[in-house]
Nanobody, 120 residues
Framework: QVQLMESGGGLVQAGGSLRLSCTPSGSIFSINAMRWYRQAPGKQRELVAVITSGDSTNYADSVKGRFTISRDNYKGTVYLQMNTLKPEDTAVYYC??????????????WGKGTLVTVSS
């Protein structure tokens, strides 16, 4: 079974930095994209950043210029470097992998989430 191992969350003061990582395990035929979402208490889950199989990237307007998504294509690990953190960035961050099976069926895999808390 595919699992996404997340790490890097924690407590940090405003202006600080954190790096999240997500390492898939198990059999994945083809990865189409890797994404980071976040969800604050009482809020909807929102897309933060995405990196495609062609290594193009997109970011939410709220994090542009501060966050960087990248991946190790050999290991399959996706990273989210978060700089100049703000209290508004406080949320549970989730790794998401969009993949295709050998039969061409699209699947999404989710990590369990890692909590990022940014204090004022």
């Amino acid at each position: 079974q595919v699992q996404l191992m997340e790490s890097g969350g924690g407590l940090v003061q405003a202006g600080g930095s954190l790096r999240l990582s997500c390492t898939p395990s198990g059999s994945i035929f083809s990865i189409n994209a890797m994404r980071w979402y976040r969800q604050a208490p009482g809020k909807q889950r929102e897309l933060v950043a995405v990196i495609t199989s062609g290594d193009s990237t997109n970011y939410a307007d709220s994090v542009k210029g501060r966050f960087t998504i990248s991946r190790d294509n050999y290991k399959g690990t996706v990273y989210l470097q978060m700089n100049t953190l703000k209290p508004e960035d406080t949320a549970v961050y989730y790794c998401n992998v969009g993949a295709s099976t050998r039969s061409g069926y699209a699947l999404d895999y989710w990590g369990k989430g890692t909590l990022v808390t940014v204090s004022s």
